[in-house]
Structure formats: C-alpha cells, structure tokens
C-alpha cells in the first residue's frame, strides 16, 4: 500500500538557520505531494504541493521538490523563524482524491 | 468567511454516551473526509464522502458513523464512547475534479476527551 515516512523529530533550532525536513513516500501510481503545516491548536494548512516529478513546490520561503527517482519530497527553508514552530506533514494522494495518506509529522521548535 | 467549521470545538463527556460532531464547508466542494488525531499528532483518515455516497471506509469501529444531509455538511456519530476515542477530529473537503490535484482544506478541530 501506499505510506508515506518523514523524519523523526523533535526538530529544534535556532533562529536563522537551515532547515530540512526529510519524507519519502511508496505509491503505486504517480501521487501528487502535500506539505501541510499545523500551528498550535490549529487544524491543518496546506503549505505547499508538486503535482508532478521535478516539480518544485514553494511558499513562505519554504522549498520542496518532488524527485520521482528518490521518491523523496523534503522540505527546506533557508532561514527559520520562531514563527515558523508548528508540525509538518507530509502526504500524498493519488486515485483522485481516493487516497490520501499522511506521513506521521516532524515537530519543528525555533528558539530565539 | 471560515470555509470548513466545525462544532464543538471542546467536547468532554463521560464513557458509554452517544455524541456528535458537526462540520459544514462553504467552498462548493463536493468532497468531505474526517480524520482522528491521536495523541502524538499522527493523522488516520476515517471516512470521505463524494456526492452523499461513502468512497472510503477505513478499519474503524462501526460505533462510528459519518451522516452527510448535503453535500455541504458531513457529521460524525459516535456511539457507546470509549476511552481510546479521546483524540482530535478533523473534518476536511476537497473538489474533485478528475486531476491528481485536489488540495484538502481542514476544519480547526475538535478535541474529544471520554473520561
């Protein structure tokens, strides 16, 4: 079946610095790729996504590209904020709609 | 404008009771889902609706029960409540629309607690 794995976390780090969070995925066919975000207390927002391989996802000065080859979609920003201090999920769907699975979330701390 | 809402926000009760949950969506979307939360932010999709009809139903308990009155409001049901169903619900919607693209747009949540 079709899963999605990212990185363990918690994730701590300082203002200012480069990040990365990891995620692969295993699908059958060819998925589209999510990255959400959750904010304390907070439902899910979508941060950015790639429909397709090489695409290249972006929003808030966050990056991800979809590698087909790695079957990976990690999540980068330059340069973190305490703002930025959420959980990230990673997902896929594919057979429209009909199958959308999220990876199990990277907590993220920025410290000041 | 909130475009998925759900109600209540907070829901505290006791083992055994009946409860529900509401979500209603004003994006035209003909797709709505419910997913739980556990405890350590992992997310498990429950049920999805398409146009009244029920396309996915995951391994959940039958004391659950989505009911969808139109395509803007799906509701969730629980029955004899355990103490494991404490969690967070999320209600979702999305539009199908024949592509690979659909993005989901969640509701706020609700946090249940069975004491």
């Known amino acids: 079946g079709n899963s999605v794995t990212q990185m363990e976390g918690p994730v701590t780090l300082s203002e200012e610095a480069f990040l990365t969070i990891n995620c692969t995925y295993t699908a059958t066919g060819y998925p589209s790729l999510f990255w959400y975000v959750q904010y304390p207390g907070e439902g899910l927002q979508l941060l950015l996504k790639?429909?397709?391989?090489?695409d290249k996802g972006s929003n808030k000065g966050f990056e991800a590209t979809y590698r087909k080859e790695t079957t990976s979609f990690h999540l980068e920003k330059g340069s973190v904020q305490v703002s930025d201090s959420a959980v990230y999920f990673c997902a896929l769907m594919e057979n429209y709609g009909q199958n959308f699975v999220f990876g199990p979330g990277t907590r993220l701390s920025v410290l000041p | 404008d909130t475009a998925v809402s759900q109600t209540p926000k907070y829901l505290v009760t006791q083992m055994g009771n009946d409860k529900s949950i509401k979500c209603e969506q004003n994006l035209g979307h003909d797709t709505m889902y419910w997913y739980k939360q556990d405890s350590k932010k992992f997310l498990k999709i429950m049920f999805s609706y398409n146009n009244k009809e029920l396309i996915i139903n995951e391994t959940v308990p039958n004391r659950f029960s989505p009911k969808s009155p139109d395509k803007a409001h799906l509701n969730l049901h629980i029955n004899s409540l355990e103490l494991g169903d404490s969690a967070v619900y999320f209600c979702a919607s999305s539009q199908l629309s024949g592509t690979n693209t659909d993005t989901q747009y969640f509701g706020p949540g609700t946090r249940l607690t069975v004491l």
């Open positions: 790639a429909t397709k391989a090489d």
